[in-house]
T-cell receptor, first 112, second 114 residues
């Protein structure tokens, strides 16, 4: 069975600082990995998706993530945080015929 | 292209009642999945429909059911509501079924059970 662990339920960064949100996955077969963002009172919006074509995946709003098989990680980064990045971020894994499995989420706060 | 739409957006019910939530997928999408989101349990998979057939089901009691129509629109029903059913219910659609498919989410229906 697949699983996702997001380290840190809450991350706080200063505006302009590096954003790093951690995600580790477990899967017995090659996975597809996703990062979604959720703003208050809204649904989930896809940030980026790993499909094995390239280990470094670029997404929307300046975010990117690197797939590291040896570390079973898929951490999300952004070089410079903006106030509008404050939201909840979810990492998810899909593999085999099982449904999408989400991590518990990381709430990102951006301090002016 | 219009996104995934869910109706109603907000709902208040009392214990013991039943509720039906509706989801219209992105035009052309044939797969619809439902998730329950709560502060304590996070995002939990309810079920997935593809071509009017349930393809996957999560670990929820039989009070939770769903269906998909020939136009890919989907409904989920919860009978005999309990306080613990209060949650944000999210619908997601994808073009086809499969692990490689990207799911696009609607804004959700927030259900409050009193």
């Amino acid at each position: 069975a697949q699983s996702v662990t997001q380290l840190g339920s809450h991350v706080s960064v200063s505006e302009g600082a590096l954003v790093l949100l951690r995600c580790n996955y477990s899967s017995s077969v090659p996975p597809y990995l996703f990062w979604y963002v959720q703003y208050p009172n809204q649904g989930l919006q896809l940030l980026l998706k790993y499909t094995s074509a390239a280990t470094l995946v670029k997404g929307i709003n300046g975010f990117e993530a690197e797939f590291k098989k040896s570390e079973t990680s898929f951490h999300l980064t952004k070089p410079s945080a903006h106030m509008s990045d404050a939201a909840e971020y979810f990492c998810a894994v899909s593999a085999g015929n099982t449904p999408l499995v989400f991590g518990k989420g990381t709430r990102l706060s951006v301090i002016a | 292209k219009a996104g995934v739409t869910q109706t109603p957006r907000y709902l208040i019910k009392t214990r013991g009642q039943q509720v039906t939530l509706s989801c219209s997928p992105i035009s052309g999408h044939r797969s619809v999945s439902w998730y329950q989101q709560t502060p304590g349990q996070g995002l939990q998979f309810l079920f997935e429909y593809f071509s009017e057939t349930q393809r996957n089901k999560g670990n929820f009691p039989g009070r939770f059911s769903g269906r998909q129509f020939s136009n890919s629109r989907s409904e989920m029903n919860v009978s005999t509501l309990e306080l613990g059913d209060s949650a944000l219910y999210l619908c997601a659609s994808s073009l086809n079924q499969g692990q490689q498919e990207t799911q696009y989410f609607g804004p959700g229906t927030r259900l409050l059970v009193l």
